[in-house]
């Protein structure tokens, strides 16, 4: 399976946070699945950690170097996936939310979220 990771996934991930799911901690160490990192969640970790946000414990440039340890594979944003935002229901205004749900479904890749809202936009989204 191709897994695109949600920021927050992806933290709880990195950090082996014992707030990862085991259904998540499952997905992510079966060798069949491929997992990805969006760039969109890079940004989101850079801009949230410039802004001295106490929930972002790690710099973008920390995220990038942990990323590339653990053997993730990079998303880029293509200027299809920012179309693709506008086609999405307009159920929160999370744009680094949308666009990572937008990501997914133009890849397809199965995005891996903790959020039920994000969870809400697409079946083929994996709730953890």
């Known amino acids: 399976m191709q897994l695109l990771l949600d920021t927050h996934v992806l933290l709880w991930a990195l950090a ?6 085991v259904n998540a901690r499952t997905l992510l160490l079966d060798a069949r699945n491929t997992v990805w990192v969006s760039a969109v969640s890079i940004w989101e970790i850079a ?10 414990p790690i710099s973008g440039e920390d995220a990038l170097g942990y990323c590339r340890l653990a053997g993730y ?13 506008e086609s999405l229901p307009a159920l929160h205004g ?7 749900v937008a990501q997914a479904r ?8 903790h959020d039920r809202t994000v969870a809400s936009y697409d079946t083929s989204i994996v709730l953890v």
């Open 16 to 21: 082996d946070a014992p707030t990862l799911p």
């Open 47 to 56: 801009i949230k950690h410039a802004l001295g946000r106490g929930d972002m």
């Open 73 to 85: 594979r990079w998303l880029d944003v293509r200027p299809e996936h920012a179309a693709a935002v």
């Open 94 to 100: 999370d744009p680094f939310d949308r666009l990572l």
């Open 106 to 113: 133009f890849e397809p890749m199965r995005l891996v979220t």
